[in-house]
């Protein structure tokens, strides 16, 4: 089973896609600040994250550097999801390590797309 990591620190966006995604074949490790993230990624080896960017403790920008920079986890596709949807949030998602950016809220469809685009999976 494809295991998703999802850093979210807002409890309603955690519940709501964990279920859907749940619900869609995946299996769904959580983590609720930047810093429990990092931690997961290196623990749980997941085949995709999920980050925020507005988190507490250590931002998403931050935690998905670190994601990156280990040897262990470098290879993991992260995909930002965030409220702002200007176009330099995608750059910076992008420069920070991201492979995809997605915006909330979360259309299901869209994210599994891209999702399945990063897993190889082609939907």
């Keep these: 089973m494809t295991?998703?990591?999802?850093?979210?620190?807002?409890?309603?966006?955690?519940?709501?896609?964990?279920?859907?995604?749940?619900?869609?074949?995946?299996?769904?490790?959580?983590?609720?600040?930047?810093?429990?993230g990092v931690d997961l990624a290196s623990a749980e080896r997941p085949d995709l994250i999920l980050m925020d960017m507005s988190l507490p403790v250590l931002d998403g920008w931050e935690a998905t550097r670190r994601v990156k920079a280990d040897p262990a986890t470098a290879k993991i596709p992260v995909i930002a999801l965030t409220a702002h949807a200007m176009a330099q949030d995608r750059d910076e998602a992008m420069a920070a390590g991201c492979d995809d950016f997605d915006t909330k809220p979360v259309e299901l469809p869209r994210l599994l797309e891209k999702i399945n685009a990063l897993l190889g999976s082609g939907g």
Excluded at 6 to 29: A, K, Q, Y
């Design 3 to 36: 295991k998703i990591l999802l850093v979210e620190d807002n409890e309603m966006n955690r519940d709501m896609l964990s279920r859907r995604l749940t619900r869609n074949g995946f299996e769904v490790v959580v983590a609720v600040n930047g810093q429990e």
